[in-house]
């Protein structure tokens, strides 16, 4: 396999940290895994300045983010769906939320609770306050993938244990905590993982544009764990449970979706 057909696995530094040291060792010294471990450094931060202390960080960010631009990058996204709704992810890939298109799962999950016939008639507004009126934070227009697995799973799984954040924000406005666990009962959770071209993932984590003094999205935490794991070669960045997020506002194909995965939450 080629370095340009290469996947990066943020949550798999033991496969992705000796690569990215034969890219790096022309700009560092050439004994640095010893000079960071001399300094048994406590935290991850501590050995990034290590390491920091014997480059340029404008060069080091910019072979980096080229590095990364040479590799498919892996996302995960994590759903509660039912079969019809998996189907079309399969078939037309993640489209961007648009909160009328949240109607039939809404109202097929809510209409089972004993006071749905009282308020169903204030969905509409409820759909217009979370979604153009952005209560809560925005979300219409947008699909969110992230770059750790272990993250999803078990630092930030709530999507996969009760899906949409803006359903679950719209349940609570209508019906409470009673409303948020019928969403949380609708449907199965999935993982999806995605291979994302690296010039797409690049863009999408740093929607405001690339920095110009400081490491881009996800560079940053790569260098971090990259220089942890010169010091400790036995340490895991599946142990961070990094929430680095991709955000897309046009529809994330088929093509960039490598399997999709039914979850246990139990």
Request: glycine residues 8%; negative net charge; hydrophobic residues 40%.
């Given at each position: 396999m080629t370095?340009?057909?290469a996947i990066f696995d943020f949550d798999d530094n033991a496969e992705w940290g000796p690569r990215l040291w034969e890219r790096l060792r022309p700009y560092l010294p050439g004994d640095m895994a010893q000079i960071v471990r001399a300094t048994e450094p406590?935290?991850?931060?501590?050995?990034?300045?290590?390491?920091?202390?014997?480059?340029?960080?404008?060069?080091?960010?910019?072979?980096?983010?080229?590095?990364?631009?040479?590799?498919?990058i892996r996302g995960y996204h994590g759903t509660r769906v039912n079969a019809t709704e998996l189907a079309s992810i399969r078939r037309d890939g993640l489209l961007p939320l648009r909160v009328h298109q949240r109607i039939e799962r809404l109202e097929r999950a809510l209409s089972k609770h004993p006071r749905w016939g009282e308020v169903k008639h204030t969905l509409p507004a409820a759909l217009e306050l979370f979604g153009p009126g952005m209560r809560s934070g925005r979300r219409e227009?947008?699909?969110?993938?992230?770059?750790?697995?272990?993250?999803?799973?078990?630092?930030?799984?709530?999507?996969?244990?009760?899906?949409?954040?803006?359903?679950?924000?719209?349940?609570?406005?209508?019906?409470?905590?009673?409303?948020?666990?019928?969403?949380?009962?609708d449907g199965q959770p999935y993982l999806i993982a995605l291979l994302v071209p690296g010039d797409a993932a690049l863009e999408s984590c740093n929607r405001y544009g690339m920095p110009t003094d400081n490491f881009p999205n996800p560079v940053s935490d790569l260098f971090r764990v990259w220089s942890y794991w010169l010091a400790y070669p036995d340490y895991r960045a599946s142990c961070l449970k990094l929430d680095c997020g991709m955000v897309f506002s046009d529809i994330v194909p088929v093509s960039w979706i490598d399997r999709v995965k039914k979850i246990d939450m139990t």
């Open positions: 370095e340009r057909a406590e935290f991850i931060e501590d050995a990034a300045d290590v390491v920091l202390a014997h480059a340029d960080k404008r060069v080091l960010s910019k072979v980096m983010t080229n590095w990364l631009r040479s590799h498919r227009g947008q699909v969110h993938l992230t770059v750790s697995r272990a993250g999803l799973e078990n630092g930030f799984n709530h999507y996969l244990r009760e899906g949409s954040e803006f359903d679950w924000h719209v349940s609570h406005h209508l019906l409470g905590a009673e409303g948020q666990g019928l969403m949380a009962a």
